[in-house]
């Protein structure tokens, strides 16, 4: 069993749809993260999260809106997507934001924009 | 600002043999840490092996290591006696002191496939 479990894997929604992305960590980490892996483009980082609080927003479009009720789950909420936002979107935790600490990830939500 | 470069697209190597994924960095901070990390076809991110910048030996992981030159900002990691699930594309990543808390930057990667 995986540590960090993203849910779904596979995600197809229309442009007007709104949908979430979850992810749980059973690590006991205090960091979590958002990433957007395209095809032919490097792993792009998206949110930060430590401890509960938002310390990294990387020039993210609103109809991205992350969630992180507790240091445990974190969410993605998706609303008037475009199908450039079609990628495969993984979620990450690591025991603290500090330099040293590797990034344990998910299997992914391979979002599907139509 | 933060760089890595993997010149490697793609990467080819017989079953049981070694062979090395190169990685280049650039920073200006003194103090940072390094990341490998392997993808399956399946899409989840392994974590390999980490490296900092400050350590005196080079970071092995079993039949992983990483080939540290500080002076030349490189990163390469080394797999020995590969085998056919090593198949998967790599990724070379960093984290430095500077950047905000949390934030890794990541290469375009090198795809390898080992072949029997």
């Known amino acids: 069993e995986t540590g960090v479990t993203q849910t779904p894997r596979h995600l197809v929604m229309g442009m007007t749809n709104k949908k979430s992305l979850k992810c749980e960590q059973h690590l006991g980490h205090n960091a979590m993260y958002w990433y957007k892996q395209s095809a032919k483009k490097p792993l792009e980082l998206m949110f930060v999260y430590n401890f509960k609080e938002q310390t990294e927003n990387n020039s993210v479009p609103s109809r991205f809106s992350p969630e992180c009720p507790n240091s445990s789950h974190l969410f993605l909420h998706l609303h008037t997507l475009q199908p450039e936002d079609s990628a495969l979107y993984l979620c990450?935790?690591?025991?603290?934001?500090?330099?040293?600490?590797?990034?344990?990830f998910g299997d992914g939500t391979r979002l599907s924009i139509l | 600002a933060q760089k890595i470069t993997q010149t490697q697209p793609g990467m080819f190597v017989q079953e049981k043999e070694a062979v090395t994924l190169d990685c280049t960095y650039d920073t200006s901070d003194p103090s940072y840490g390094l990341f490998w990390y392997k993808q399956p076809s399946s899409g989840e991110m392994i974590f390999l092996i980490y490296q900092g910048s400050y350590d005196q030996q080079n970071a092995t992981e079993g039949r992983y290591s990483l080939n540290f030159q500080k002076a030349r900002k490189s990163a390469n990691l080394v797999i020995s006696a590969s085998q056919l699930g090593d198949s998967a594309m790599y990724f070379c990543?960093?984290?430095?002191?500077?950047?905000?808390?949390?934030?890794?930057?990541f290469g375009d990667g090198t795809t390898l496939t080992v072949k029997p």
């Open positions: 990543a960093m984290r430095d002191f500077n950047t905000n808390a949390g934030k890794s930057t």
């Open positions: 990450a935790s690591s025991q603290s934001n500090r330099r040293d600490q590797p990034q344990h």
